[in-house]
């Protein structure tokens, strides 16, 4: 139930296991996660989170862990998971497509959270809370990837599935595939150059 006794001396605060609500999913807003959701969430950990990377773990391990985390919910008796939403083939990045990227942040109004540039100071900032009441923090993109992975095609998902649990919705109805990651380029735009040269690394390998 996420009140473990290291619980109130951390923030983020952990998971609730018994919703059987999580916010790294590849299927749409609402629905359960696949097993190899929850499986890549344990192997890469949660940045900025107390929930660290338990990539050492053998395949077995991993599968029984996330069979454990899913007998806490009764969701996981009455329904399947979500479909994983198909994320199209990324485009070349150019700056026209950084420059739309930037209009379609104000279109939705992600400003509102994020502030106009990004630093997670945006009017609404301050009020957030996630669906618990509990107060919680607009991302920052100038410090770094989001917490569900660091490569392009995971900001897509974010977009397209929203953050369950959290005032981070799903936009798949409101902007188009090619607007998302146009949106996606404006954002990576914004990251720290260390962290871009991880990602380039990442992709070499």
Same mark, same amino acid.
């Given at each position: ?24 999913? %590849?299927?749409? @807003?609402? $629905? #359960?996660?696949?097993?190899? !959701? =929850? ?8 940045? /900025?989170?107390?929930?660290? %990377?338990?990539? @050492?773990? $053998? #395949?077995?391990?991993?599968? !029984? =862990? ?8 009764? /969701? ?6 979500? @479909? ?17 990227? /930037? ?103």
């Amino acid at each position: 139930d996420g009140n473990g006794e290291n619980a109130p001396y951390i923030d983020p605060k952990p998971r609730d296991f018994q919703l059987g609500i999580f916010k790294c999913r %590849s299927t749409p @807003t609402g $629905t #359960l996660p696949t097993d190899q !959701d =929850l499986s890549d969430t344990i192997a890469r950990g949660i940045d /900025r989170s107390n929930m660290p %990377s338990w990539n @050492t773990f $053998t #395949l077995q391990q991993k599968a !029984d =862990l996330v069979a454990w985390v899913k007998h806490y919910s009764p /969701r996981w008796a009455s329904e399947k998971p979500g @479909t994983p939403i198909q994320i199209p083939s990324e485009p070349e990045v150019t700056a026209e497509r950084i420059k739309n990227g /930037r209009e379609i942040f104000a279109k939705v109004q992600c400003w509102k959270c994020h502030g106009v540039t990004g630093e997670a100071n945006g009017p609404s900032a301050a009020t957030l809370q996630d669906d618990l009441g509990r107060p919680i923090a607009a991302f920052n993109f100038t410090e770094g990837t989001p917490k569900c992975g660091s490569s392009d095609a995971d900001l897509y998902r974010i977009f397209m599935t929203g953050l369950d649990g959290t005032p981070m919705p799903s936009f798949a109805d409101n902007i188009k595939p090619d607007e998302a990651w146009d949106l996606v380029f404006y954002l990576k735009s914004l990251e720290p150059k260390k962290s871009k040269e991880r990602d380039i690394a990442t992709k070499l390998q």
